[in-house]
């Protein structure tokens, strides 16, 4: 393991971190433009075609007035959903799916008008819309069931797909070619072709790629049940007796396969399309939940009384049940749109959980973005970490933005949240509430992610200063007591030769050595001193460095020393404490060109200050950190501190050296801000 350079530990803890997680966009943009115009024509044939109907007062044909609100209901309904893949991805299904609505909106808005044109006479009959009534609904409607499902996966269809959608094509020609006085054999077509794609789905749904799996049962359930729900035009041919039955039956199913499309490509997050439903949504759900509830309420109404009392009736009906449905809707596409981001505690929870999952610092910040993203429904989500106080542009507010955030934590600002809607969307209020809200979590992960950096930086400084201590002890024995001891062992063996000979001579000899074993072991005394003096562990701080300046005396440097009395001392901060002022001492008695240094060791709220003042030469230009500056920063770092290096009087003859550290009288792995600029 190298030496820890001098600015290793400053770029440690002051880069700025990114975690980032974005989910890929689609390969091609949406149309939402066209996607809402769509959108638009259809909703307004639906309501048109309402509008209509309900104005003429036309309940005699009863059959005509239910298809009239599945049409309708086709139109509201798969226009919202056509609109929202388009808006996102113009994919074939988007395209099938608005075939079906516009389809079903001009069917309804030609049946509306027959009704109407006929309780008014004198207004135009309108032929070709009213004709459009009886063919307009057929390609999307059949398309839906045995064409969209071949294409609801995450690829392009295999040979057996692009089978299956042939077989839908020729089975939507057919029907349109069957003769008009039997049409039974398509309409048996028509639902032997569902059946059959209503198989295939489910077997994808059991045996298929495990990224499509998701939602394929929902969905060959709603295609069995709309290939079903043709079977009453069999009968209806040979009898009148099932005149309600067909467009009820349809009318169910549309409650039953939107809602299976949607989930297929929510939970799939096909073609890079995790939809986001919004009040439209709401709104096309609720218009068909009341369009069946008026259906329901006609039939029913209508054997009990007859002519418009039924629609009044029907009418009162649908204001009974508009707001209780229009609140249960809201509550379940507010869960799709919004995530957890409604419940800002089962957000705070799902962000929880992506935090234990994370096995080191990055992984935390990376888990906070992913969890901010999954809550809150969003494109992607960037964490960026500031590792440093003060942040590198905290001066900077970003909390004017929408689509950013500052994240403080204890008054400190750990970092910045940016983030990004999907495409086609913006940042609501009601999102950037809940982040808002998600923010102190943010905060308390950041914490803990800093922290967590912090310890493991303390613990890699802390390998290598012992390292270092053990080199220093390895280079005094081997290159100081190991050669001292050899010529001990010369000396002596010297002293012997000549003993019998020359006793003088030979008693000489052994004082010399007597006296260079005294020298030595005051070096090996001033070696123990240094790394962790008896008096520090004895009497305390104080004494340990009122014996630092003893020993100087000594030596003819006076240290000025201003010590406050310290009592229950973390020895990790005492021997830190000591090791910065021993270095700092003898850095000034060999380098600064004086004869005395001042030294203060004083302690203000939560922290020690200690610091070493000379007024010599100071620090030249060209000055670099060695290895007793290195040494002493990494001890304040281990403890969450700072060191600086400074002159005193710059531009002065002698500008002076000043040591300066701060170093936390509880040590806790949090940085405390640099008292000055480090070098």
Not at 163 to 170: E, I, Q, R
Not at 219 to 240: D, K, N
Not at 461 to 469: C, G, I, K, N, V
Request: aromatic share 4%; glycine share 12%.
């Amino acid at each position: 393991m190298g030496e820890l350079r001098d600015d290793d530990l400053a770029r440690a803890w002051s880069r700025p971190y990114r975690g980032t997680v974005a989910e890929p966009g689609p390969g091609r943009a949406g149309l939402p433009r066209t996607a809402w115009t769509v959108a638009g024509i259809a909703w307004a044939l639906g309501v048109s075609a309402i509008v209509l109907q309900l104005a003429s007062g036309v309940t005699m044909l009863l059959g005509d007035l239910l298809f009239v609100v599945v049409d309708a209901t086709v139109a509201i309904v798969y226009g919202t959903v056509a609109g929202v893949i388009l808006a996102r991805r113009p994919h074939v299904v988007g395209w099938l799916v608005a075939l079906a609505a516009l389809g079903g909106g001009i069917a309804a808005l030609g049946g509306a008008w027959r009704s109407f044109a006929s309780s008014r006479p004198g207004l135009p009959p309108l032929d070709t819309l009213t004709a459009a009534y009886g063919w307009a609904w057929v390609p999307g409607t059949i398309g839906l069931f045995v064409l969209v499902p071949w294409f609801v996966r995450s690829g392009r269809p295999g040979i057996g797909g692009w089978c299956g959608v042939a077989g839908g094509v020729a089975v939507i020609a057919a029907f349109f070619l069957a003769p008009p006085d039997d049409p039974r054999p398509a309409i048996l077509a028509v639902v032997v072709m569902g059946l059959v794609t209503a198989a295939a789905t489910a077997w994808r749904w059991r045996r298929g790629p495990v990224a499509d799996r998701r939602g394929l049962g929902l969905l060959a359930l709603g295609v069995a049940l709309m290939a079903l729900s043709f079977l009453p035009l069999l009968a209806t041919w040979a009898s009148t007796q099932v005149t309600y039955l067909l467009p009820l039956t349809h009318l169910a199913c549309q409650a039953l396969f939107p809602a299976a499309i949607l989930v297929c490509v929510l939970r799939n997050r096909l073609w890079g399309i995790d939809l986001v439903l919004s009040r439209a949504t709401v709104a096309a759900m609720l218009a068909l939940g009341l369009a069946l509830v008026y259906a329901v309420v006609v039939v029913v109404a209508t054997t009990v009384v007859d002519g418009p009392a039924a629609q009044v009736v029907a009418a009162v009906g649908v204001a009974v049940a508009v707001q209780p449905l229009h609140a249960w809707l809201r509550g379940r596409v507010r869960t799709l749109v919004y995530g957890d981001g409604r419940d800002p505690g089962r957000a705070a929870i799902s962000l929880g959980q992506h935090l234990a999952s994370a096995a080191d610092a990055d992984e935390l910040v990376t888990a906070l973005a992913a969890g901010v993203r999954e809550a809150l429904r969003l494109d992607s989500v960037t964490v960026e970490r500031f590792d440093a106080a003060p942040a590198p542009d905290a001066t900077t507010p970003a909390a004017v933005r929408d689509d950013v955030r500052d994240v403080v934590h204890g008054g400190r600002l750990l970092g910045r949240v940016h983030v990004a809607p999907r495409a086609g969307e913006r940042l609501d209020r009601r999102t950037q509430d809940a982040l808002d809200q998600l923010l102190p979590v943010l905060g308390a992960g950041l914490a803990l992610a800093q922290t967590a950096r912090d310890l493991e930086v303390a613990r890699d400084a802390t390998t290598r200063a012992r390292l270092a201590e053990r080199r220093v002890i390895r280079r005094e024995l081997h290159d100081g007591i190991g050669p001292w001891l050899s010529g001990l062992r010369l000396g002596l063996q010297g002293a012997r030769n000549v003993v019998a000979a020359d006793p003088v001579a030979a008693a000489q000899v052994l004082d010399a050595l007597g006296e260079e074993v005294g020298q030595r072991m005051e070096d090996v005394r001033a070696l123990s001193r240094s790394l962790l003096p008896p008096a520090l562990d004895d009497l305390g701080l104080e004494a340990a460095l009122g014996e630092l300046a003893g020993r100087q005396a000594l030596g003819g440097f006076v240290v000025d020393l201003r010590c406050d009395p310290f009592v229950g001392l973390d020895p990790r901060v005492a021997a830190a404490a000591y090791a910065i002022a021993s270095e700092s001492v003898v850095n000034a008695a060999r380098h600064s060109g004086v004869g005395e240094c001042r030294l203060t060791v004083e302690a203000h709220a939560d922290v020690l200050h200690l610091t070493c003042t000379d007024a010599g030469r100071g620090l030249g230009d060209d000055a670099t950190a060695g290895v007793g500056s290195r040494s002493m920063r990494e001890r304040a770092a281990e403890l969450g501190g700072t060191l600086a290096v400074d002159v005193v009087h710059p531009g002065e003859p002698r500008p002076g050296t000043r040591v300066h550290a701060v170093l936390p009288l509880v040590p806790g792995g949090v940085t405390l801000a640099a008292p000055g600029a480090a070098r």
